[in-house]
């Protein structure tokens, strides 16, 4: 029951990613500020704070948490700990529309950065991802629908995927290798108030819908003939489920380039902390993914000043130990 | 030949009056602007920019197309001199609406380019006739190599790059390198486009009278020695005659006013190397 | 209120539609290249236990699924309360009916048992102290109330499936009459001191007007509790009858196909298989 101690949590939580979000904000290569003077900022000042560490501060919020929730919905919808988004082809789908759009700039000369508010390349990249995703879907709703069908053509098509990607590689010069490395570790690099727009707007959405059906995400849990039983209308919600994470991540990987571990382990940490229903899942995975988010981008903008390290690296860092405890701690478990 | 550009642009330096504070990306407009001896005035480089050896020492603000918006702004750079393709391109648009004044330099490795660039840091130095001067010199100079007459056989030349120990890379047509032999009246003996990875086979069907190596890739690879017992290497008349040409690792950044003397020494050593 | 005298000997009566909760006709559904399955007609009505009954592989189960609404029939209807299954989505069909499965996903849900019995609110508008009252109380007649913490997939399949039964009396809560509670072998994994536990839930149910179809195996047990038998085989409805006749050795000995005694044991009969 969501009594007393799991709503504490929550708001401790939420204490937690306020602190990470101060602290990113005060912390950087030009300079770090203290608490006071991060209001009313003159000058060079208020420059670096409001025109990039502010939209970079706020992406990095809505980046984690949006990668946090499609994390969460995609471990319902696949009733399994170790989903993820890159499960439905997403990541690599984006990957290798991002890998056309460096090989366009670079040999073609087709810039798409001159409009679109510079968000040009990652639409294109978007563009693949949902390419990929539909691919999937449609290839498992042929095949039955059920879960493990999807599982396998997501599967096939991020080989598929991966396999063009490589021929690309193979044919790339030094620069485009190192756009393509780059890409794959991830970054928030692209942090400006239109690419944050975008991002709060996905994450958002896609937090209200998940929000409004967290008692059906529930019933998910028990596999879809218990859900039906229950009353969940099983095809339509996993539908709107699936188009709710390629959207969102979707999105964001376009943006972001390749963010490992936020959307495994957020949700598993929340698990830990609050339990397994949604009503506070939601929330508790939110909120932990963009504190991690902070933090990771707050290390990379900060430890190689004035260079940056790819955020992927950090998050792997951060997030790779916790994955072997997890997989080691569900083996015993598995063993009792 | 620096010396030369050095004093043709410094002379117009008086002009040149205010402080700055550059942030350079990309080797060659790094190189450049040494070269025009505002060296000491570069505050931070990208991680690209290993020559001249001193700029080693300076900050790095990251790749070439991967630039950090605050890390540079940190440095409060003035001016900021790039290569086309520094990125991203946001991150350059916030440099500019912060005031740093941004130059770009064309990369290409043909001539066209490289005179563009001797223009363009002019300017930036603040002497614009005197870049003007010694660019139409760098034309002058590369045209009267390209118009001698080449002999009826050139000697076959193979330009091997070497990136670590494992990597052996050979330059194609449409690269600094062939630009190099070609003026220097030899023909290159890899027919591809661009660099790519050679193995043994490549290395003995190119059948090439002369190896071409930069000093720095000799090196790495342990010296002449070395080189010789690289596999496909021994079927080659270069192999078999042990003819060996090294070049200054800096000459393959592009063409500049260098070029033109760099080919003639080639040349001269091309020939050195036949008599074998 | 459940009298003697309702219980007729034919499957459906042909006027009774009102107060009917399940009517289900002509029926007729492909199971797998050998069995399609057949069904006339198959009803159920308030406060009545109907027990299925057959050898395995009967399609009791495809059945089953099929009244539930979870699988459409190829050919056929399924009202209940008068509406037709297709006319009920999902949400309106937990509101009237319940199921309790045969066996359990056995998934790495992370919930606990007493949030998979709670899931019950997603067709019921209760408060959510009502909830853990009537969650504990649930728990507590079925000898759960220990394991409501614990987490659902380190229970033992006895206990999943109480908890699932507990879920299904919470969805059958306020509103039994007219309730359908459709059960799959609900004692394959229960002791006798649980299995009673559930009978006795699922006499109460009975008695508040809900109607009750159970697939069994325990012939006895559906003799003794049961209103009316069907008797299922090779897909096919093969008998119906008000449950105290059913004890007829040669009936049970051609559905089985396995020789049977019938044994009197004061007022009781019972029928074992015998070799």
């Known amino acids: 029951m969501f009594g007393h101690p799991r709503s504490f949590k929550i708001y401790l939580l939420a204490a937690l990613a306020a602190a990470a979000f101060l602290l990113a904000l005060s912390v950087g290569a030009a300079r770090d500020f203290s608490l006071p003077s991060l209001f009313g900022p003159q000058g060079f000042d208020r420059d670096i704070l409001l025109d990039i560490r502010l939209p970079r501060v706020l992406f990095a919020f809505f980046a984690g948490a949006g990668l946090a929730l499609t994390g969460v919905i995609m471990q319902c919808l696949f009733r399994n700990p170790l989903a993820e988004p890159f499960l439905m082809g997403t990541s690599a789908g984006a990957m290798l529309f991002a890998i056309i759009a460096i090989f366009a700039a670079g040999r073609l000369g087709i810039h798409f950065h001159a409009g679109l508010s510079g968000l040009g390349p990652a639409l294109f990249s978007f563009i693949g991802a949902t390419l990929a995703f539909s691919v999937v879907l449609h290839l498992g709703r042929s095949t039955g629908g059920q879960v493990q069908f999807v599982l396998l053509a997501g599967i096939a098509i991020n080989a598929i995927a991966s396999s063009a990607s490589g021929v690309f590689i193979f044919m790339a010069n030094d620069r485009e290798l190192r756009d393509i490395t780059f890409w794959n570790l991830g970054s928030y690099g692209a942090a400006t108030y239109p690419a944050v727009a975008l991002a709060a707007v996905v994450t958002i959405a896609a937090a209200v819908v998940a929000v409004v059906m967290h008692r059906r995400l529930d019933a998910l849990l028990l596999g879809d003939l218990v859900a039906f039983d229950l009353g969940v209308k099983v095809k339509q919600d996993r539908r709107l489920l699936f188009i709710v994470v390629v959207i969102c991540q979707g999105a964001l990987v376009s943006l972001t380039g390749m963010i490992a571990f936020i959307a495994l382990v957020a949700p598993h940490l929340a698990r830990m902390a609050v339990g397994a229903t949604h009503r506070a899942l939601l929330p508790a995975s939110i909120l932990i993914g963009a504190a991690i988010s902070l933090l990771a981008d707050t290390f990379a903008r900060k430890l190689a000043a004035p260079a940056e390290i790819p955020l992927g690296v950090l998050t792997g860092i951060m997030g790779a130990p916790f994955f072997l405890y997890m997989l080691i701690r569900h083996k015993k478990r598995s063993e009792a | 030949m620096k010396k030369a550009v050095l004093c043709l642009l410094l002379t117009g330096a008086a002009f040149a009056t205010e402080k700055k504070r550059i942030v350079s990306v990309g080797a060659i407009a790094s190189e450049l602007v040494c070269e025009i001896g505002a060296c000491g005035d570069i505050v931070a480089t990208d991680v690209t920019s290993v020559y001249p050896p001193e700029l080693l020492k300076k900050p790095k603000v990251g790749y070439v197309t991967r630039l950090s918006a605050e890390g540079i702004l940190a440095l409060r750079p003035t001016h900021m001199v790039v290569i086309d393709g520094a990125g991203p391109a946001t991150v350059l648009d916030q440099l500019k609406q912060s005031g740093v004044k941004i130059v770009k330099v064309p990369v290409g490795i043909g001539l066209g380019d490289a005179a563009k660039r001797l223009e363009i840091l002019g300017e930036f130095a603040g002497n614009a006739p005197a870049a003007k001067k010694l660019s139409q010199k760098m034309r002058a100079d590369v045209a009267q190599l390209s118009h001698q007459k080449k002999s009826k056989r050139p000697p076959k030349v193979l330009f091997i790059y070497a990136r670590g120990a494992q990597t052996l890379l050979a330059m194609g047509a449409n690269t600094t390198a062939h630009e190099l032999i070609e003026l220097a009246g030899a023909a290159n003996a890899f027919d591809a486009e661009g660099a790519k990875p050679v193995n043994a086979e490549a290395i003995a069907a190119s059948q090439a009278d002369i190896v071409l190596i930069p000093e720095g890739s000799l090196a790495g690879l342990g010296g002449a020695e070395a080189l010789q017992k690289i596999p496909g290497f021994a079927q080659t008349p270069a192999g078999k005659k042990r003819r060996l040409v090294t070049l200054e690792d800096s000459l393959l950044a592009g063409m500049g006013p260098r070029t033109a003397a760099a080919a003639r020494t080639l040349r001269n050593k091309i020939a050195e190397a036949m008599q074998k | ?275």
């Open chain 3, 1 to 275: 209120m459940r009298s003697q005298a309702d219980v007729t000997g034919a499957n459906c009566l042909p006027r009774d539609r009102e107060s009917e909760v399940l009517r289900a006709a002509n029926i007729v559904h492909r199971i797998n290249a050998q069995l399609t399955l057949n069904v006339a007609e198959f009803c159920a009505k308030p406060g009545e236990f109907v027990a299925v009954l057959g050898p395995n592989g009967a399609g009791k189960t495809t059945l089953m699924n099929i009244l539930a609404g979870g699988l459409k029939p190829r050919h056929g209807s399924v009202s209940l309360a008068g509406k037709n299954l297709r006319d009920l989505p999902a949400p309106e069909l937990a509101a009237r009916r319940a199921v309790v499965r045969a066996s359990s996903d056995g998934l790495a849900t992370g919930l606990t048992a007493r949030e998979v019995i709670e899931l019950a609110s997603l067709s019921q508008r209760i408060s959510p102290r009502l909830l853990q009252t009537l969650t504990v109380a649930y728990a507590r007649a079925l000898d759960l109330e220990a394991r409501l913490g614990a987490d659902f997939t380190v229970l033992s399949s006895g206990e999943k499936q109480r908890v699932h039964f507990a879920r299904a009396l919470l969805q059958a809560n306020g509103r039994e009459p007219g309730f359908l509670l459709l059960l799959d072998e609900p004692f394959a994994h229960l002791d006798a001191k649980h299995a009673q536990a559930v009978t006795r839930e699922l006499m109460q149910l009975r008695e508040n007007g809900a109607a009750i179809i159970c697939i069994l195996h325990d012939i006895n047990y559906a003799a003794s509790y049961a209103d009316r038998v069907v008797f299922m085989k090779r897909a096919g409805v093969v008998a119906e009858l008000p449950a105290k006749e059913i004890m007829n050795r040669s009936l049970l000995e051609q559905i089985y196909e396995t020789p049977f005694a019938i044994m009197r044991q004061g007022k009781k009969t019972y029928a074992i298989p015998t070799n």
